[in-house]
């Protein structure tokens, strides 16, 4: 059996909210949460299976772009989940785009508390819209979900702004994900009396499953051959119109179906530590570095949290590690830093400043286009 499959303006998060109501229901179609601005040549299929309540568009980070089919039971799984993690249901503040899981996942935990989540106004995030969604809400429980540049982004203007820094230390949760967040972020936010959770997941789990290192509700985890691997009932169930993709990504083993992340980890006491992509080894000089390592040490100096290391030519060493960032650091400093830690080879060759990142649609750095630039040189 099939359902329409309805594409859904985001302009107004309310009506996607009672869209997903009405899909996870299954009163109404399946819904395709879409962005202003996006091309209109960009088509999806009119219909879906039944079982498929969500469908999330997801240009990743270093491929072409997927469409994401979840089921109600996957998605209504997700909210219960983050509920049972957070010690009960609350009112949610809605600063991510809805056409991205973080963002539906917002209206889906809002859906199962009961309770409307408020939207901070369009715009860049600052002060004064936060504060004014912020004054909106109702509910004494609250709850918000950010990426790390937008948390940077906040931490750097409560550390100058009380108003901002009580109104988001009132929350009782702060779920930050999509990339990882810096330590020194999440140091400088805890000392503004935030309450912070770092979650890890991905569109293909319906979001977060990780907090802070571990799974929560139903959620398993494994690694194997150093790739991290989830599974448990908020699984996507395929990408539609992609077989081939969708039998290399999600494998089964012993009766369980499991996504396999690009991500490489390590488990230590029960507790995940992300340790970078897998695809992002290089080979400098005879040996190899994980451009993921570099970048971690990279984001936690001052004024880099949004760094990003890609490989860049050399034509001694082949490829070499390259920092490209919008801002202006020493690069022996940098280097001194990287070299503290990891082996000589690990330190960035070069820095590429540029006046902005370019990002994917998720907000998440475009590593295609800066690859490209690095190798262009500008």
Not at 11 to 40: I, K, Q, T, W
Not at 131 to 157: C, F, G, K, N
Request: with cysteine; net charge negative.
């Amino acid at each position: 059996m099939t359902r329409p499959l309805a594409v859904v303006d985001t302009a107004d998060p309310l009506a996607c909210l009672a869209a997903l109501r009405e899909a996870l229901s299954g009163d109404g179609p399946a819904v395709l949460f879409r962005g202003g601005g996006v091309n209109p040549v960009h088509t999806a299929p009119l219909t879906v299976e039944q079982r498929i309540a969500l469908v999330v568009e997801t240009s990743g980070t270093t491929g072409r772009p997927k469409r994401v089919a979840l089921s109600a039971d996957a998605v209504l799984a997700s909210a219960a989940a983050t509920e049972s993690a957070l010690g009960g249901p609350g009112q949610w503040l809605l600063a991510l785009p809805v056409q991205y899981i973080a963002g539906s996942n917002v209206l889906a935990r809002s859906l199962a508390a009961g309770t409307t989540p408020v939207p901070v106004p369009p715009g860049r995030l600052t002060t004064e819209r936060v504060l004014e969604a912020v004054a909106a809400m109702e509910h004494p429980v609250r709850y918000t979900a950010l990426v790390p540049a937008q948390l940077s982004r906040l931490v750097d203007e409560a550390e100058a702004d009380d108003d901002l820094r009580r109104a988001l230390a009132g929350f009782s949760r702060i779920l930050v994900g999509g990339q990882a967040t810096p330590a020194p972020l999440i140091e400088r936010a805890t000392a503004l009396g935030w309450h912070l959770t770092r979650t890890y997941g991905s569109s293909e789990t319906c979001g977060g499953v990780v907090y802070d290192g571990v799974p929560v509700g139903q959620a398993e985890l494994r690694i194997v051959d150093g790739r991290v691997e989830l599974g448990g009932p908020t699984l996507a169930e395929y990408y539609l119109d992609d077989p081939e993709r969708t039998a290399a990504t999600f494998v089964e083993h012993d009766g369980a179906r499991w996504y396999c992340t690009d991500d490489a980890g390590e488990l230590e006491n029960g507790v995940l530590s992300v340790t970078g992509r897998i695809d992002d080894t290089i080979v400098t000089g005879g040996l190899k570095v994980r451009l993921g390592d570099v970048e971690r040490i990279v984001r936690e100096q001052p004024g880099l949290a949004d760094a990003v290391v890609v490989a860049g030519h050399h034509p001694e060493w082949g490829e070499v590690p390259v920092v490209v960032t919008t801002a202006r650091p020493a690069l022996d400093q940098l280097r001194r830093a990287v070299g503290a830690v990891l082996p000589p080879e690990a330190r960035p060759d070069r820095i590429l400043t540029v006046d902005a990142l370019p990002l994917l649609p998720s907000g998440k750095p475009d590593r295609l286009a800066l690859a490209r630039r690095v190798t262009a040189g500008h």
